[in-house]
């Protein structure tokens, strides 16, 4: 089993749809969880952090379940500019707070 | 804020040729980390280093892959030899702390031939 497992996608979505990603990680002790956005040919930049609590920034809204070890993020409302690739990422336990990539989730926004 | 820079953008070599490459990280940042991502992949961790000492290199190819960081500042990349399946992006960050937020550098596009 992979470490972070993603739906490598595409989503296509209309503008103004919701769109939800989920994640699935293995390792149960993991600490702290991430999603990063990437545009095609750029780097990785953080999206958000991922809390216990869940947390809501703006149209997005990221959501932690340990008991079933997933995460998911939500976007509400997409717009154009939100297309890119979104990875799921994952702090691993242990020495080091060694940070696990997924393979990414690609969103296609379309008019 | 200057962000984590890297060079050179592009590389095209030849298999079993040699290749370097070079990361400065923004100003502070303790830990820094390089990074392997395949086209349509997932970035890979290959080296963690704290300051100038390494913390996680467990997915470095030791015989063709090499990292330093001395002075605990900028860092260099080498791959001696190269292989068809190491083109790939190599992407530089760097964190105040191990497991905070990490700012990617542009990466360095590396071609195989």
């Known amino acids: 089993r992979k470490e972070v497992e993603q739906d490598p996608g595409p989503f296509n979505v209309p503008e103004g749809a919701t769109v939800a990603f989920n994640c699935t990680y293995s390792n149960s002790a993991s600490q702290s969880f991430f999603w990063y956005r990437q545009d095609c040919r750029k780097e990785p930049k953080l999206l958000m952090s991922v809390y216990s609590s869940g947390n809501e920034d703006g149209r997005f809204t990221a959501q932690l379940n340990r008991a079933s070890q997933y995460i998911s993020l939500l976007i509400r409302d997409s717009k154009l500019s939100d297309s890119a690739t979104y990875l799921c990422?994952?702090?691993?336990?242990?020495?080091?707070?060694?940070?696990?990539f997924g393979t990414g989730t690609q969103l296609k926004v379309e008019l | 804020e200057a962000g984590v820079a890297q060079s050179p953008r592009y590389k095209i070599i030849e298999k079993r040729q040699s290749v370097a490459f070079w990361c400065n990280p923004i100003?502070?940042?303790?830990?820094l980390y390089w990074y392997q991502q395949i086209l349509g992949q997932g970035p890979k961790l290959l080296i963690q280093?704290?300051?100038?000492?390494?913390?996680?290199d467990s997915q470095l190819p030791k015989d063709r892959f090499s990292a330093e960081r001395l002075k605990g500042v900028d860092s260099t990349l080498k791959i001696q030899p190269a292989k068809l399946e190491d083109s790939a992006v190599y992407l530089c960050?760097?964190?105040?702390?191990?497991?905070?937020?990490?700012?990617f550098g542009p990466g360095t596009r590396l071609t195989v031939t």
């Open positions: 280093f704290q300051n100038n000492g390494v913390v996680d």
């Open positions: 100003s502070g940042h303790a830990t």
């Open positions: 960050a760097s964190s105040l702390a191990g497991g905070g937020e990490q700012y």
């Open positions: 990422v994952v702090n691993e336990a242990g020495g080091g707070n060694k940070l696990t």
